[in-house]
């Protein structure tokens, strides 16, 4: 089993930045993905951004140039620095763990756009 939690979540002004991290604990060898999702009210979950073992990425075209993810592969954890933020950036954002086949959620953490 592999547990994950998030944290950095909050309210912030349009243009802002936020920081979220995320920590992977458990079973937690042969992590190959690390990602971001997002979900806003009545929409689906999303891809933000993702992140492979070897450092590729992968972003929303929504968020390409804005959000940075990144992962430490030691500390099993994975961050994303979100800057410019919109309003439209308002979501649950969920931290996603890829692990032989499986997807692994953390509870999700609110990102608040507004002024």
């Known amino acids: 089993q592999v547990q994950v939690v998030e944290s950095g979540g909050g309210l912030v002004q349009p243009g802002g930045s936020l920081r979220l991290s995320c920590v992977a604990s458990?079973?937690?060898?042969?992590?190959?993905?690390m990602g971001w999702y997002r979900q806003a009210p009545g929409k689906q979950r999303e891809l933000v951004a993702v992140?492979?073992?070897?450092?590729?990425?992968n972003y929303a075209v929504s968020v390409a140039g804005r959000f940075t993810i990144s992962r430490d592969n030691g500390k099993n954890t994975v961050s994303l620095q979100m800057n410019s933020l919109k309003p439209e950036d308002t979501a649950v954002y969920y931290c996603?763990?890829?692990?032989?086949?499986?997807?692994?959620w953390g509870q999700g953490t609110q990102v608040t756009v507004s002024s």
């Open positions: 996603n763990i890829g692990r032989l086949g499986l997807d692994y």
């Open positions: 458990g079973t937690i060898f042969n992590i190959v993905t």
């Open positions: 992140i492979t073992r070897s450092g590729i990425t």
